[in-house]
């Protein structure tokens, strides 16, 4: 089992940057690929970002690369994402998402879900 708690949302203006983070728990936690998914008002959970459990591999959506860099720590048991250059359409609530490869992750195949911290960036 594992267990994700996001933190560091808030609002940002536009070409602004902020980073938001996810503590990750459990006994194999570490071992698992991480990602960031984001929603926003009546849209589809879209996936962001994700990095192998190595911390090697990483992948990220085309609207959000060159912007946004995913990274982790698993001696903190955390991942971060920071996002810079940030623009009104990446409001959204970003979620963290844990599974046992990349693939799964970006594919949609999660395992375990945070809740979500939201993000909202004024023009």
């Known amino acids: 089992q594992v267990q994700l708690v996001e933190s560091g949302g808030g609002l940002v203006q536009a070409g602004g940057s902020l980073s938001i983070s996810c503590v990750y728990s459990?006994?194999?936690?570490?071992?698992?690929?991480m990602g960031w998914f984001r929603q926003a008002p009546g849209k589809d959970r879209d996936f962001v970002a994700v990095?192998?459990?190595?911390?090697?591999?990483?992948n990220s959506a085309n609207s959000v690369k060159g912007r946004f860099t995913i990274s982790r720590d698993n001696a903190k048991n955390t991942v971060y994402l920071q996002m810079s250059s940030l623009k009104p359409e990446d409001t959204a609530v970003y979620y963290c998402?844990?599974?046992?490869?990349?693939?799964?992750?970006?594919?949609?195949?999660?395992?375990?879900w945070g809740k979500g911290t939201l993000v909202t960036v004024s023009s």
């Open positions: 459990g006994r194999t936690a570490s071992r698992y690929a």
């Open positions: 990095i192998s459990w190595t911390g090697i591999t990483t």
């Open positions: 998402a844990a599974s046992e490869t990349t693939s799964r992750v970006m594919s949609g195949s999660v395992d375990y």
